[in-house]
């Protein structure tokens, strides 16, 4: 795999430095510009389409929650911020990791390497020979270093944890336990066969066992809230699949 090409923004000239210095010290990063304006840092971004952007989040003009909206939806963002009260909205937007100023070189590594491992995957899905009548049945998962198969008949449903997810399985007792972002996990598993019923919550449809007016579900022996966002979808695949 060729190094992930990266785009910094901040307005604080010594975070630029700071984050330019980490990515000098990282084999498989490469900067491709820094910019202190996220508007000119936009139009860029759209233009070189790099592979990771390290996103502060409180700029004038236009913040980084607004600006990581925009970006090509195969550039990934890793924010940079003092504020850790954005860390859950930053999962929303589909921000492979969040980073809380001051940022050790360690912290850094981490995100840098869960991106590395992210591409790899996506490049490794590209490049697989498969039918196309072929279904997914299994996912891989890095568990304790290590990659785990998983069959997807095996989910029950998967819960997040701020920066981690935990897979609950029909086979085991413990969850297993990843590093990776829920947005990563729905773009991961089928959707025809798993669905997203809350912010926390993502679920094998054919594990429910039953639905209630309430509003909750029981999937194994959990009993599962779907929030009113997820509520119209959730409701139509039930009409869907519903006699009288």
Known sequence: MNK???IVVDDEPLAIKMLEGFIARTPFLELEASFNDPVEALSAIKAQQPELVFLDIQMPDLDGMEL???VPQETRIIFTTAFKQYAFESYEVSALDFLLKPIRYQKFLEAAEKAREWFSLKEAAVQAPAPAAQEKTSVFIKVDGALR???LSDILYVEGMR??????LSSARSPLVTHMTMKAVEDMLPQAGFMRIHRSFIVALEQISS???SGDIKVGDALLHVSDACRPAFDAYLRQHSLG
């Open 4 to 6: 992930l090409r990266c």
């Open 68 to 70: 990581s909206r925009m």
């Open 149 to 151: 198969k998983v069959e």
């Open 163 to 168: 920066d981690y997810v935990m897979f609950h």
């Open 211 to 213: 639905a209630m007016p």
